[in-house]
């Protein structure tokens, strides 16, 4: 819970920057994206997608800051080259059209993206998106808890079961014995 409340007050910082960010727009760059603002879970992957334009070819940079770090991913143009940084060179995918694919996220991953488009003539333009990461789900344990309690009853039930049928035999056999036992007596008696 305190978690949340933590983060209402930095998503307020973020989309204050990314206000910022939207004013501070000029050129003939153009930058299209439709989701900023991602939620994923740990483990699982993130594509921030942006379809990129300008004359000539761009160069794409994206950038990766949060509240301890600030570094540059990667920076490639279409076609050219790609450099990205060896701390993400398994995990990123670079796009033609400036999109990047972040895979197998951490908790650290969340933060603020920054995708900063450069055209020949050295004119420039950014994008920010905002990825939070969530830990395994509460909801996740409490399935979990829920189907080890069912488990847990299925095993009790087999161990009534066998123990009623256990109770049974040894009444089939002791019932067994004394029907047999008469009988055996008869035909002892019988000689006499
Ligand atoms: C950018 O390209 C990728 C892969 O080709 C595509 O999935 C994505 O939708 C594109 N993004 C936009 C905003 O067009
Ligand atoms: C790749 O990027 C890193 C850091 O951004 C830089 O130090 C390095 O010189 C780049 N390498 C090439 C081949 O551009």
Known sequence: ????????????AVFLSITLYICDLAGAISIHSSQRSLTRSVQEDVF????VSCSGIPTIQWNFMSAVVSRTIGTWQPGVYSNITVDYSSRVQA??????GLSDLRLQDAGFYVVTVTEAGGSSK?????????????????YLSVSAL???????????????????YKR???????TQMPENNETELQPL
């Open 172 to 178: 089939i056999v002791a019932w067994r014995r004394k």
């Open 126 to 142: 950014d994008v920010g998106f905002v990825l939070k990461v969530n830990e395994v789900l509460y909801e996740d344990l409490q």
């Open 150 to 168: 069912a488990l847990a009853c299925v095993a009790a039930l087999l161990m009534l079961v066998m123990w009623l049928l256990n109770k049974v």
């Open 48 to 51: 921030f997608s942006v379809d």
């Open 95 to 100: 796009y033609i059209n400036g999109s990047m």
């Open 1 to 12: 819970m305190w978690q949340f409340r933590l983060w209402d007050v930095q998503d307020v």
